[in-house]
């Protein structure tokens, strides 16, 4: 009976062994496994601030064109596209001084929001006017005052149209 005991607790003691080697070997391919994802996270490509405010830039023209023309849908389409781009900058841009003015323009954003809701031409407009007035007012405060947005006078792409059909 001693020797069926002593048997199993050898017995034990081998196993448990085994799976603590087991389980450092794991350990040690796991952290290889950390530390390459990380490696690779650090080099994925994150759009810059410029990037950003290019989409931001064409969003707004379009936005225009699709308001004047009555494309409510279309408007409102625009709007959550500048509104993604912004939360885009605010989770990839962090690091970057200008991102504390942004809310400059969250104002004109909420009012050009409610034209489009209401579907006023009018208010559009004059709300329109308001957020390219608050993008140049945050390019002041943020030293990018050589930056100047403008109403467009011309769709600043000529494959889609901006007309309600």
């Given at each position: 009976m001693l020797n069926t005991v002593r048997f199993i607790l050898s017995f034990t003691l081998l196993i448990f062994l085994t799976a603590c080697n087991h389980s450092k070997n794991d350990h040690v391919d796991l952290q290889h496994q950390v530390d390459s994802l990380n490696s690779r996270l650090e080099n994925i490509y994150v759009p810059g601030l410029g990037e950003f405010m290019t989409s931001i830039q064409l969003h707004h023209a379009k936005l225009w064109f699709a308001g004047t023309n009555g494309n409510w849908d279309l408007a409102n389409f625009e709007m959550e596209e500048?509104?993604?781009?912004?939360?885009?900058?605010?989770?990839?841009?962090?690091?970057?001084?200008?991102?504390?003015?942004?809310?400059?323009?969250?104002?004109?954003?909420?009012?050009?929001?409610?034209?489009?809701?209401?579907?006023?031409?009018?208010?559009?407009?004059?709300?329109?006017?308001?957020?390219?007035?608050?993008?140049?007012?945050?390019?002041?405060?943020?030293?990018?005052?050589?930056?100047?947005?403008?109403?467009?006078?011309?769709?600043?792409?000529?494959?889609q149209a901006f007309e309600k059909h």
């Amino acid at each position: 009976m001693l020797n069926t005991v002593r048997f199993i607790l050898s017995f034990t003691l081998l196993i448990f062994l085994t799976a603590c080697n087991h389980s450092k070997n794991d350990h040690v391919d796991l952290q290889h496994q950390v530390d390459s994802l990380n490696s690779r996270l650090e080099n994925i490509y994150v759009p810059g601030l410029g990037e950003f405010m290019t989409s931001i830039q064409l969003h707004h023209a379009k936005l225009w064109f699709a308001g004047t023309n009555g494309n409510w849908d279309l408007a409102n389409f625009e709007m959550e596209e500048i509104q993604e781009t912004l939360n885009d900058i605010q989770k990839y841009n962090r690091d970057r001084p200008e991102i504390k003015d942004l809310p400059i323009i969250l104002g004109p954003l909420d009012s050009v929001k409610a034209a489009i809701a209401a579907k006023n031409l009018v208010a559009f407009k004059k709300s329109f006017n308001f957020l390219t007035t608050g993008c140049n007012n945050c390019h002041q405060v943020t030293k990018h005052a050589f930056n100047i947005i403008t109403i467009p006078d011309s769709p600043p792409v000529t494959n889609q149209a901006f007309e309600k059909h």
